[in-house]
């Protein structure tokens, strides 16, 4: 039997621990520029900030077809970081911004040996249901991919 607690499609949460300092990590997470280096996004000239829309292209990601689309709600420095965007928005012929946006968080605590970077992308049931069965699952193993990526970026000495 399936509890609906059991099935959880609104949030994924993933943690990875990086052997950097807070300041370092920070930095890959909130600046503009360093983002989109590890993550594949071309967004060279703008900044997290509060307030501020980012846009770019995919293109370091290998898709310069699909874009980078990011709201930035919160941010403070050294600690947390939140945007919202389109979830899997890869289809250029698609307008998505009649969609809501899922809620997309970095929280950064300092640990033994270096970092703690937890991202939560949550609103998902909020989603079109067909939207929400093809976004959710490519976020869960994309998470995975991204936060890797963060590790090397930020970890390399």
Same mark, same amino acid.
């Given at each position: 039997?399936?509890?609906?607690a ?5 949030r ?5 621990h990086?052997?950097?300092?807070? %300041?370092r ?5 909130? %600046?503009?520029?360093e983002?989109?280096s ?18 770019g %292209?995919?293109a370091g990601?290998?898709h310069?077809?699909?874009g980078?689309d990011?709201?930035?709600?919160r ?5 947390l970081?939140?945007?919202r965007?389109?979830p ?5 012929k698609?307008?998505y ?18 970092? !703690? ?8 049931d ?5 939207r929400?069965?093809? %976004?959710?699952?490519?976020?869960e *193993?994309?998470?995975?991919?991204? !936060?890797?990526?963060? *590790? ?6």
């Open positions: 039997m399936t509890t609906a059991a099935v959880a499609t609104d994924i949460e993933r943690s990875i990086i052997a950097a300092p807070r %300041s990590v920070w930095r890959a997470v909130s %600046s503009a520029e983002f989109g590890w993550f594949g996004a071309e967004l060279k000239g703008q900044r997290f900030a509060a307030g501020e829309h980012v846009r %292209s995919m990601a290998g310069p077809e699909v980078f990011a709201i930035v709600e941010c403070e420095p050294e600690h970081i939140a945007w965007w389109h899997f928005a890869v289809n250029p698609v307008d911004s009649g969609e809501p946006r899922t809620l997309v968080t970095f929280t950064l605590a300092e640990v033994d040996g270096g970092t !703690l970077v937890t991202v939560v992308e949550s609103g998902f909020q989603l079109p249901p067909h929400r069965t093809e %976004s959710y699952p490519r976020h *193993q994309g998470w995975d991919f991204q !936060l890797a990526n963060l *590790q090397r970026h930020a970890g390399a000495r």
